[in-house]
């Protein structure tokens, strides 16, 4: 059974940083591509970040602020959070999915997380 857990969210000021954590048990990331998305209220889920077998792709709006990152030994993928914004308040979950290409669509993931809260306070 694959299971996807998030971790580290909280609630910070703006211009604080975080790092999302998301651990697998029952597949292995090196053969998945990985995707962060987030939902804020109100809104639609949207792409975050995702990182391939050697790439990895931003949306514009976090560019230059999150880096994604995997450590193959924990099976676990890192979303790091710099310079976050109250826009940035979000649900992020994380996504695996057995392709490495099209990962900033989330109709290609085939197993999501639960999802960690984000709240970054003005």
């Known amino acids: 059974q694959v299971r996807l857990v998030e971790s580290g969210g909280g609630l910070v000021q703006a211009g604080d940083s975080l790092r999302l954590s998301c651990a697998a048990s029952?597949?292995?990331?090196?053969?998945?591509?990985v995707g962060w998305f987030r939902q804020a209220p109100g809104k639609e889920r949207e792409f975050v970040a995702a990182?391939?077998?050697?790439?990895?792709y931003y949306a514009d709006s976090v560019e230059g602020r999150f880096t994604v990152s995997r450590d193959y030994v924990k099976n676990t993928v890192f979303l790091q959070m710099n310079s976050l914004k109250p826009e940035d308040t979000a649900v992020y979950y994380c996504?695996?999915?057995?392709?490495?290409?099209?990962?900033?669509?989330?109709?290609?993931?085939?197993?999501w997380g639960q999802g960690t809260q984000v709240t970054v306070s003005s």
């Open positions: 029952g597949l292995f990331f090196s053969s998945n591509g």
């Open positions: 996504a695996a999915s057995p392709s490495f290409v099209r990962l900033q669509e989330s109709s290609w993931y085939d197993y």
């Open positions: 990182i391939s077998r050697s790439a990895t």
